[in-house]
């Protein structure tokens, strides 16, 4: 089963091992309003609601950050996803 | 009976086996957040209520996840219907 | 008496024994959410109130499913009818 | 003293009497979100508050349906007037 | 000292002795959801906050209808002004 | 240190003393919906934040009555400023 | 690990000395209601999320204003940072 994205959403796999690696990004479950990471799994099309092309600014296999309460959560396969609205995209972390 | 949605409104036969089923999609419904799958049963002009053309992004038969709490409920021949905007449907789901 | 509705509204007379006939469609009394149907009995210019002609997209005698709440009631001749807006109208009915 | 309502404005005197006379329409006090009744006695420019030109679409000695909310009062010479924007005004009644 | 109003707005001097004069025009202070009158005694450029021209409606000098809780009260020389938009102007009062 | 508004922002010194001065306004503590009075130390582009020009209707020096919730307020070397947007002046003040 | 913003966003690294340096710049802890300084390390391709561009006003290692409570904080190899939209900045600061 695949989740294809209708207008400017983003398909994401939130990582939620990242406040335990090594990685260097700290996001302490005692702070609400941080905002997580996780890996963009698939892109609509970019058309937003009226039918005017805003493009995609991420791509697949992007490590995003996003606001923990946007969008909607789906489980397919035992695997929790969430679609959210690329507008909800913070930044795209970049390993140095 | 028939339902000829307006404007850019779609008609949706939900799937309430969803969380039952070995489909791989499970909606547990102890959340009240997660969005509902179902089938698209009717598709309207794509006409905005500014008359503009907006294009319709979902086409009968498809497989769709949507707002649970978007649209409007209509029972035709004891078979329970949502009516929403496009704009509530959140992707495609898509059978690998 | 007529009423001749101003912009994009359209006037319904409620089917209020709907759901009570063989119609094949019910409409339970016990849910407060669920959208009524009515017939469209005169529709307005089609501008909207900049001035723009969305163009109505219902017809005098269609059957209309519209949500509940929305427009004012006004009784003309012992005859309660609703006045609305296009846009609170969801679907037009029509028989198989 | 002549009240020239701005913009998209119009004057309605309401027809508070309405409610008890054989015109057929009848709109009982118990409901109190039923539209009223009244006479358009002024009309503004049709300017909007951006300058566009929207158009009246009533003219002065209409008998309006308005809701019951809209607009500002003004007591003039011992008469209750209405001015509201003419996008409060619902439909235009017609002797048949 | 002396008050330019910026963009769209309006300096009006209230005309508080309105509901005891004999001009016609009643305002009693029981009801708090009247509107008041007042002289227009400056006008700003027309321009709104994007730039654009949208010109002024009313000039100097106009007796105006205005909403009671619109604007901002200024006191200069034990004069009590209001500055407001213009769009909360309702009506030009004019003698017969 | 110097601050530079950003977008279509102004920097103002509040005048403190106004309501204490025999300028003629007076803006007593009392009332707490009251404008204040102050100096415009800065001014932005006067892009705003589509990118579109907007134009600056006010100049460094311009005695302004501004919104006293509006803008931040921001200390340096002792003297207290306020950081707002234009839109939020009402009028310039202006010796006769 | 980088973080690059999406859109018209900016990276922050808030200045928390500022409250206790000599720069003439006093933000005390006491004011809930007092902007922050900052550095920006990062900038957005300056797009909107409608995919204009909108231009970017402040550049990689400008001292800026912003609000307090504006944007989304992440913490990155221990250094804590905020991203937040370009609108959300109010000033920037120069040394004389």
Same mark, same amino acid.
Do not use: C, H, W, Y
């Given at each position: 089963?695949? &989740? &294809? $994205?209708?207008?400017?959403? *983003?398909?994401?796999? $939130?990582? %939620?091992? %990242?406040?335990? %690696?090594?990685?260097?990004?700290?996001? $302490? !479950?005692? !702070?609400?309003?941080? $905002?997580q990471i996780g890996i963009v799994t698939a892109?609509?099309?970019?058309?937003?609601?009226?039918?005017?092309? *805003? =493009?995609?600014?991420?791509?697949?296999?992007?490590?995003?950050?996003?606001?923990?309460?946007? =969008? !909607?959560?789906?489980? &397919?396969?035992?695997?929790?996803?969430?679609?959210?609205?690329?507008v909800d995209l913070i930044a795209i972390m970049?390993?140095?």
């Amino acid at each position: 089963m695949k &989740i &294809i $994205p209708l207008f400017d959403r *983003v398909v994401i796999k $939130p990582d %939620t091992q %990242t406040s335990k %690696t090594k990685s260097g990004i700290v996001l $302490p !479950s005692t !702070s609400q309003e941080r $905002p997580q990471i996780g890996i963009v799994t698939a892109i609509g099309s970019g058309l937003d609601i009226d039918a005017n092309n *805003v =493009g995609m600014q991420v791509r697949v296999g992007d490590k995003v950050l996003f606001n923990k309460f946007a =969008g !909607s959560e789906v489980k &397919i396969d035992d695997e929790t996803l969430l679609v959210l609205r690329q507008v909800d995209l913070i930044a795209i972390m970049e390993e140095n």
